[in-house]
């Protein structure tokens, strides 16, 4: 770490090579499953078993299913469905196996999948799923056309993510640190990301260019409110989905001394009160139709 002439430390911005896949370890997904799935992630869960086309003998791809959320909400949806889950994380997909084998009913297997292409031949699927996946504009684009690849004739793609205007607040908090320090790497890496996580519209026009028809996206706006800049920083939800989700956008490395700074600014200006965090959950469906 170097510094500059006003005394803050500079740091640099991590290079556009692929980023590692998030993995969690056993302790970790168990966490997860504990504190992320039911306060965070079934927000994007619910709106996307909202919009699940029902079927007969349905076959379901769920990429990055992490602990196998919202799999056995798949199941009751898509009665006699084979669910297929892929990860990078061995110990996620274990807690996912044994999820599903709680429901009798259900029929599901879990794959290792580093990266994309998945483990599967083209046309295989009726649906495929995605939440909150932790990519960039070209990791995007790649993963909406391997669910294209996916998918069999008149197959159904389900994407759920945040929206662009989630988190501004982490993002207003930034600018006033590269405003502060005179940091211009941070202040033009942060309205790159504003401008790289999709709108409304953009989200279903990158769905059309992957090959999918008759799509449809529903926004949902809501809040999330944590204690402190402490509390922030240590929930799950912000250790194991936000704060990566940030990194990734950013392009930062390692240091943490912008989001250190964004920390104890929360506890600065949010000291008698909740800090309201904004997420735009977005579902973006799409039918592909050859």
């Known amino acids: 770490m170097i510094g500059d002439s006003s005394g803050a430390p500079r740091r640099a911005l991590a290079t556009d090579e692929p980023h590692e896949r998030v993995r969690l370890g056993p302790m970790e997904a168990a966490v997860f499953e504990t504190f992320v799935v039911p306060r965070y992630l079934s927000l994007f869960g619910d709106l996307a078993l909202e919009m699940i086309a029902e079927g007969e003998a349905a076959q379901v791809v769920h990429v990055w299913c992490r602990t196998g959320y919202p799999d056995r909400g798949i199941a009751l949806r898509l009665p006699g469905a084979h669910i297929f889950g892929v990860d990078a994380s061995s110990a996620a997909l274990e807690l996912a196996r044994a999820k599903a084998a709680t429901m009798p009913t259900m029929v599901s297997e879990y794959r290792i999948m580093e990266d994309i292409p998945a483990p ?90 992957s090959g999918f028809d008759f799509i449809d996206v529903t926004l949902r706006p809501t809040t999330l409110t944590f204690q402190s800049g402490r509390d922030f920083f240590e929930d799950p939800i912000a250790r194991l989905l936000i704060l990566p989700d940030l990194r990734l956008h950013l392009r930062l490395d390692e240091s943490d001394t912008p989001l250190a700074y964004v920390r104890d600014a929360i506890d600065k200006y949010w000291s008698d009160e909740t800090f309201e965090l904004t997420a735009n959950i977005g579902c973006c469906v799409g039918r592909r139709l050859g």
Request: proline share 6%; no cysteine.
């Open 120 to 209: 599967f031949p083209a046309a295989a699927f009726s649906h495929a799923v995605i939440l909150h996946p932790l990519v960039n504009v070209l990791d995007r684009r790649r993963l909406f056309a391997e669910l294209a690849r996916l998918l069999a004739p008149n197959g159904q793609a389900i994407v759920a993510m945040p929206l662009r205007g989630s988190f501004q607040e982490l993002g207003d908090l930034l600018r006033e640190y590269a405003l502060k320090f005179d940091d211009h790497e941070v202040s033009r890496a942060v309205e790159e990301a504003v401008l790289a996580r999709p709108t409304v519209e953009m989200l279903g026009a990158e769905l059309g260019e």
